[in-house]
């Protein structure tokens, strides 16, 4: 952290005060600023006793110093191992990876008194201004202010400008001096792309470094991926880490979800910063595990801004969805349910190598492997023939095909070749990370005016997250989805309004989504879902195995037992005894756990016990508490010690399932076994080389029943170590591609509704068309009444109905009145009220009292809720933001004579949008 700690002062200082016979105690170290006072203090406890012994003991010294200088510092207690830091005057107690630098603790002290209050401060409504953003930002101002939360999040639906909302968090946290800098991590470089755009266009003065392609450059906002950030914290000059714990102010994460955190979580640990994440699926549908990462219960985040709200309040459109089923995509193909002249074709295709033909083909494996053109070909004409189409009806819409792998999309796109030939190869193209120069297609995908080719992009990957293109009217699931994460993203491409793309007035309403592979049922039933579960690596799944064959080891032949000297791997001295194999393994555990770099920062936080098992010594005698830690806490870190290649790592593994398999005499031995006699077979026809000739006897033994009769755990290990060097050698052939032609039957298609997914409501469109419509005609008498706030006549709402019948029917008018109770407050609502008329009504409130600042504040609240919603209750005084300002509610503000008179004011508006004598 750049400390020196080279002046008699630094350590050992001595302060008095303390509540001992001598009234003095002697502080470890303590960190001056460069105006002689302290910032922090570190007790330091020796490596075998706990840091928290040390807690009081430093609360203690801070007092005395507090008392000596008028500065209380940040406190630090620590072992070596572990790192506490308590900064009392703000928050609780919390384990960090590392000291602050100067700087950085001069800023903390600098924030006790000059943080200016959140809720006060106002939002930059030229980044966001919709109430739902507004409303995001100040819950968690709220919850980072009031409560002393670290952690924040915030579940918005796809298109609703999640990321907008945290750049005007952001522009707030700088303002109030809550945030210096910021880290932004998102999962792709297109995503970082864009965000990068969006910091530049929506903080033009803040200096936005986009971390992937510039490492260097100095910022206020730092844009990055996961990766590129892993391998950065590590890096340091002068001995002194660029990124230390202490850096960011505030991170936040694009996409929060349980595998960002099983993958990168190191990341989040790391910095000791405010913890944003963002999430565009809906709150219900989170994973417990997310929520329990924010310190949040089960359903609550922070703010939640719905796909079903955002298409009520006209900010979104909604999905018309519709499931199309087919025979083969549901049930596979069945040899035995072809006709006779199909059954013949079936015969014919050339399935493998071997002449191997098969009796079905199950639907996983269809558009894997096997392409069936009836199939694609039936999906193709009821996408052209039912999607939503532009120019008069004349061309489909823009479209998005999820395809399942690459020789799926270039498939489908070869079929749209053959049976729309007119288009002449244009119309349909694959845009996946495989083709070149993909980013020029989906710019011509992108463009409107005018419009041009590819009208149908048949993605993989590439498009399910950051492409936002308002033009998309189709979305085509022609592969399976598991993961509710994924399938919200999806989704999400094509809930972008896009006025007047049929024609003028005529906007975008809805998007079809047609899904052939059943994804609409999958997920419409209770608790359809499968989330990225933990994927372990290779290297750890070998590490815990080998830690669990030395259990099974221990366990039979008692714990610690010496074993023979063993030479290297693929040598004539392997060990003989089980004794020989414990001890094998143990000396390639020791030496894994040697090659971690402690200075890593994802070691770090292990460094106890990665420093107690590099040593030989350690791996003797294993109890269960060591098992525990080296499974738990060891097993996973990343070691500079090469495993060797993936082929023989994979072998690896298989015969250390084999190994425990046989040592607990489990039912999947046998077909390990059958496993590992295949891969012999496999070898042995490799025998014309010479590394394979070698060991020839011991692979043919291998494929012998005899030898697998009276087989060892030191007869499987001697396999391993003679055997894992060769697998390399075999042949590993991609199921080759097969193309059939048998005929499909596809359903008509039904549509799906099921909660967050619904479909487009009649009267949800009318409001729709009505916001629009009467936002774009303001010159209307009735619209601008309601808009200065003027006294709406009898006549004047008998010709806003009129005016109203151009978009609506009369049920849905009747509806909209009925609802409302009145016409005028229905477009009242979706107006809003002129801020200047605002204004001028509440200063009836305001005017000839002197306010506090609180009131003030509460009063431009009131004046932001009628220019965005044109009415305001004495209800919603009791909810963010009002509650931010007034906790207990107005009264708490407020006299209730002045309630009185706020309560007058208020009904005077509404009354306006009401017809004298209604």
């Given at each position: 952290?750049?400390?020196?700690?080279?002046?008699?002062?630094?350590?050992?200082?001595?302060?008095?005060?303390?509540?001992?016979?001598?009234?003095?105690?002697?502080?470890?170290?303590?960190?001056?600023?460069?105006?002689?006072?302290?910032?922090?203090?570190?007790?330091?406890?020796?490596?075998?006793?706990?840091?928290?012994?040390?807690?009081?003991?430093?609360?203690?010294?801070?007092?005395?110093?507090?008392?000596?200088?008028?500065?209380?510092?940040?406190?630090?207690?620590?072992?070596?191992?572990?790192?506490?830091?308590?900064?009392?005057?703000?928050?609780?107690?919390?384990?960090?990876?590392?000291?602050?630098?100067?700087?950085?603790?001069?800023?903390?002290?600098?924030?006790?008194?000059?943080?200016?209050?959140?809720?006060?401060?106002?939002?930059?409504?030229?980044?966001?201004?919709?109430?739902?953003?507004?409303?995001?930002?100040?819950?968690?101002?709220?919850?980072?202010?009031?409560?002393?939360?670290?952690?924040?999040?915030?579940?918005?639906?796809?298109?609703?400008?999640?990321?907008?909302?945290?750049?005007?968090?952001?522009?707030?946290?700088?303002?109030?001096?809550?945030?210096?800098?910021?880290?932004?991590?998102?999962?792709?470089?297109?995503?970082?792309?864009?965000?990068?755009?969006?910091?530049?266009?929506?903080?033009?003065?803040?200096?936005?470094?986009?971390?992937?392609?510039?490492?260097?450059?100095?910022?206020?906002?730092?844009?990055?991926?996961?990766?590129?950030?892993?391998?950065?914290?590590?890096?340091?000059?002068?001995?002194?880490?660029?990124?230390?714990?202490?850096?960011?102010?505030?991170?936040?994460?694009?996409?929060?979800?349980?595998?960002?955190?099983?993958?990168?979580?190191?990341?989040?640990?790391?910095?000791?910063?405010?913890?944003?994440?963002?999430?565009?699926?809906?709150?219900?549908?989170?994973?417990?595990?997310?929520?329990?990462?924010?310190?949040?219960?089960?359903?609550?985040?922070?703010?939640?801004?719905?796909?079903?709200?955002?298409?009520?309040?006209?900010?979104?459109?909604?999905?018309?969805?519709?499931?199309v089923p087919t025979q083969f995509l549901q049930e596979g193909i069945e040899y035995a349910d072809l006709g006779e002249q199909e059954k013949e074709r079936w015969d014919e295709l050339e399935w493998d190598d071997q002449g191997n033909v098969p009796d079905s083909v199950s639907a996983t494996e269809l558009n894997r492997w096997l392409f069936n053109e009836d199939t694609v070909d039936k999906v193709l004409e009821h996408l052209m023939t039912k999607g939503q189409k532009v120019a008069g009806g004349d061309r489909l819409g823009k479209t998005i095909i999820f395809a399942k792998n690459q020789d799926h999309a270039d498939f489908i796109q070869e079929r749209f070749d053959v049976n729309y030939p007119k288009e002449k190869g244009s119309f349909a193209r694959t845009i996946t990370f495989r083709v070149e120069y993909a980013q020029s297609l989906i710019d011509d995908f992108s463009v409107i005016d005018p419009p041009r080719p590819p009208h149908i992009a048949?993605?993989?990957?590439?498009?399910?997250?950051?492409?936002?293109?308002?033009?998309?009217?189709?979305?085509?699931?022609?592969?399976?989805?598991?993961?509710?994460?994924?399938?919200?993203?999806?989704?999400?491409?094509?809930?972008?309004?896009?006025?007047?793309?049929?024609?003028?007035?005529?906007?975008?309403?809805?998007?079809?989504?047609?899904?052939?592979?059943?994804?609409?049922?999958?997920?419409?039933?209770?608790?359809?879902?499968?989330?990225?579960?933990?994927?372990?690596?290779?290297?750890?799944?070998?590490?815990?195995?080998?830690?669990?064959?030395?259990?099974?080891?221990?366990?039979?032949?008692?714990?610690?037992?010496?074993?023979?000297?063993?030479?290297?791997?693929?040598?004539?001295?392997?060990?003989?005894?089980?004794?020989?194999?414990?001890?094998?393994?143990?000396?390639?555990?020791?030496?894994?756990?040697?090659?971690?770099?402690?200075?890593?920062?994802?070691?770090?936080?292990?460094?106890?016990?990665?420093?107690?098992?590099?040593?030989?010594?350690?791996?003797?005698?294993?109890?269960?508490?060591?098992?525990?830690?080296?499974?738990?806490?060891?097993?996973?870190?990343?070691?500079?010690?090469?495993?060797?290649?993936?082929?023989?790592?994979?072998?690896?593994?298989?015969?250390?399932?084999?190994?425990?398999?046989?040592?607990?005499?489990?039912?999947?031995?046998?077909?390990?076994?059958?496993?590992?006699?295949?891969?012999?077979?496999?070898?042995?026809?490799?025998?014309?080389?010479?590394?394979?000739?070698?060991?020839?006897?011991?692979?043919?033994?291998?494929?012998?029943?005899?030898?697998?009769?009276?087989?060892?755990?030191?007869?499987?290990?001697?396999?391993?170590?003679?055997?894992?060097?060769?697998?390399?050698?075999?042949?590993?052939?991609?199921?080759?591609?097969?193309?059939?032609?048998?005929?499909?039957?596809?359903?008509?298609?039904?549509?799906?509704?099921?909660?967050?997914?619904?479909?487009?409501?009649?009267?949800?469109?009318?409001?729709?068309?009505?916001?629009?419509?009467?936002?774009?005609?303001?010159?209307?008498?009735?619209?601008?009444?309601?808009?200065?706030?003027?006294?709406?006549?009898?006549?004047?709402?008998?010709?806003?109905?009129?005016?109203?019948?151009?978009?609506?029917?009369?049920?849905?008018?009747?509806?909209?009145?009925?609802?409302?109770?009145?016409?005028?407050?229905?477009?009242?609502?979706?107006?809003?009220?002129?801020?200047?008329?605002?204004?001028?009504?509440?200063?009836?409130?305001?005017?000839?009292?002197?306010?506090?600042?609180?009131?003030?504040?509460?009063?431009?609240?009131?004046?932001?809720?009628?220019?965005?919603?044109?009415?305001?209750?004495?209800?919603?005084?009791?909810?963010?933001?009002?509650?931010?300002?007034?906790?207990?509610?107005?009264?708490?503000?407020?006299?209730?004579?002045?309630?009185?008179?706020?309560?007058?004011?208020?009904?005077?508006?509404?009354?306006?949008?009401?017809?004298?004598?209604?």
């Amino acid at each position: 952290a750049g400390w020196a700690l080279n002046q008699e002062r630094d350590t050992e200082y001595e302060v008095s005060g303390m509540p001992n016979p001598k009234g003095t105690g002697f502080v470890d170290y303590v960190l001056w600023g460069d105006d002689g006072k302290p910032l922090g203090l570190v007790e330091a406890k020796r490596t075998r006793r706990s840091p928290k012994e040390g807690q009081r003991q430093a609360e203690l010294y801070a007092d005395c110093l507090e008392a000596k200088f008028g500065q209380r510092p940040v406190i630090f207690y620590t072992n070596g191992y572990e790192h506490w830091i308590w900064d009392d005057q703000m928050y609780p107690p919390r384990q960090v990876q590392g000291f602050y630098k100067k700087v950085e603790l001069e800023l903390l002290i600098q924030r006790r008194n000059s943080r200016k209050d959140l809720a006060t401060v106002e939002i930059n409504e030229s980044i966001v201004g919709r109430y739902y953003q507004t409303r995001a930002i100040r819950n968690i101002g709220e919850s980072f202010q009031n409560h002393n939360d670290r952690k924040a999040l915030l579940a918005m639906a796809t298109g609703s400008g999640k990321t907008r909302t945290v750049i005007a968090l952001v522009d707030l946290l700088t303002r109030c001096n809550w945030a210096k800098r910021v880290l932004f991590l998102a999962d792709r470089v297109a995503l970082v792309n864009q965000a990068v755009n969006a910091f530049k266009q929506q903080l033009p003065d803040t200096i936005t470094v986009n971390l992937i392609g510039d490492k260097e450059t100095d910022g206020r906002v730092f844009v990055s991926t996961y990766p590129t950030m892993m391998g950065l914290i590590d890096e340091s000059v002068d001995g002194e880490r660029r990124f230390g714990p202490g850096h960011f102010d505030l991170v936040v994460i694009d996409e929060a979800h349980r595998s960002v955190f099983q993958k990168y979580g190191s990341i989040l640990k790391y910095f000791d910063s405010l913890l944003v994440g963002l999430t565009a699926t809906p709150r219900e549908d989170v994973d417990h595990n997310t929520y329990g990462l924010f310190d949040l219960e089960i359903g609550q985040p922070t703010d939640a801004y719905s796909l079903e709200e955002a298409v009520a309040d006209g900010f979104l459109v909604p999905p018309q969805a519709v499931s199309v089923p087919t025979q083969f995509l549901q049930e596979g193909i069945e040899y035995a349910d072809l006709g006779e002249q199909e059954k013949e074709r079936w015969d014919e295709l050339e399935w493998d190598d071997q002449g191997n033909v098969p009796d079905s083909v199950s639907a996983t494996e269809l558009n894997r492997w096997l392409f069936n053109e009836d199939t694609v070909d039936k999906v193709l004409e009821h996408l052209m023939t039912k999607g939503q189409k532009v120019a008069g009806g004349d061309r489909l819409g823009k479209t998005i095909i999820f395809a399942k792998n690459q020789d799926h999309a270039d498939f489908i796109q070869e079929r749209f070749d053959v049976n729309y030939p007119k288009e002449k190869g244009s119309f349909a193209r694959t845009i996946t990370f495989r083709v070149e120069y993909a980013q020029s297609l989906i710019d011509d995908f992108s463009v409107i005016d005018p419009p041009r080719p590819p009208h149908i992009a048949i993605s993989v990957d590439m498009l399910d997250t950051g492409i936002d293109i308002p033009e998309v009217l189709n979305l085509v699931f022609f592969k399976q989805v598991r993961s509710k994460t994924k399938f919200w993203q999806m989704v999400g491409r094509g809930t972008r309004l896009r006025p007047d793309i049929f024609g003028p007035g005529e906007d975008k309403q809805f998007f079809y989504l047609f899904d052939f592979c059943g994804n609409l049922e999958f997920f419409g039933q209770p608790g359809g879902t499968v989330e990225g579960s933990s994927v372990k690596s290779l290297r750890q799944k070998l590490f815990e195995s080998r830690i669990e064959l030395i259990t099974q080891l221990d366990r039979a032949s008692g714990a610690g037992v010496a074993g023979e000297a063993v030479g290297s791997e693929g040598g004539s001295d392997d060990p003989t005894t089980d004794a020989g194999v414990r001890s094998a393994v143990a000396v390639s555990l020791q030496a894994e756990v040697a090659a971690m770099n402690t200075e890593n920062f994802v070691v770090r936080p292990s460094r106890r016990s990665v420093e107690r098992f590099a040593k030989p010594e350690a791996w003797t005698n294993l109890s269960t508490e060591d098992i525990e830690v080296l499974q738990s806490e060891v097993a996973g870190l990343p070691s500079e010690l090469d495993l060797g290649e993936e082929e023989a790592k994979r072998f690896d593994h298989l015969l250390l399932r084999l190994q425990l398999a046989l040592l607990r005499s489990a039912a999947d031995f046998e077909p390990l076994r059958k496993r590992l006699m295949e891969l012999a077979g496999l070898l042995e026809e490799k025998d014309a080389i010479p590394l394979v000739k070698a060991q020839i006897e011991l692979i043919g033994d291998v494929q012998s029943d005899e030898w697998w009769q009276d087989v060892t755990v030191p007869m499987l290990e001697s396999v391993r170590r003679k055997l894992r060097l060769l697998v390399r050698l075999i042949d590993r052939n991609k199921k080759k591609p097969v193309y059939t032609n048998f005929e499909d039957i596809i359903g008509e298609g039904e549509d799906i509704d099921f909660p967050g997914l619904r479909g487009p409501d009649e009267f949800v469109l009318f409001r729709q068309k009505a916001r629009s419509f009467l936002r774009e005609h303001m010159d209307i008498a009735a619209v601008y009444k309601l808009r200065m706030n003027i006294q709406l006549t009898t006549d004047d709402l008998d010709a806003l109905e009129e005016t109203m019948k151009e978009i609506g029917s009369n049920d849905a008018i009747r509806r909209a009145a009925d609802e409302a109770h009145g016409l005028g407050l229905f477009a009242r609502a979706l107006v809003g009220l002129d801020r200047e008329a605002a204004t001028a009504a509440l200063s009836e409130f305001t005017a000839g009292s002197t306010m506090t600042a609180n009131q003030i504040t509460f009063a431009n609240l009131v004046v932001e809720r009628l220019a965005e919603h044109g009415l305001a209750e004495t209800r919603n005084f009791y909810d963010p933001p009002f509650t931010d300002v007034a906790p207990e509610g107005p009264q708490g503000l407020f006299s209730d004579v002045e309630l009185g008179r706020l309560r007058e004011v208020l009904d005077g508006v509404r009354n306006s949008a009401v017809a004298a004598g209604e």
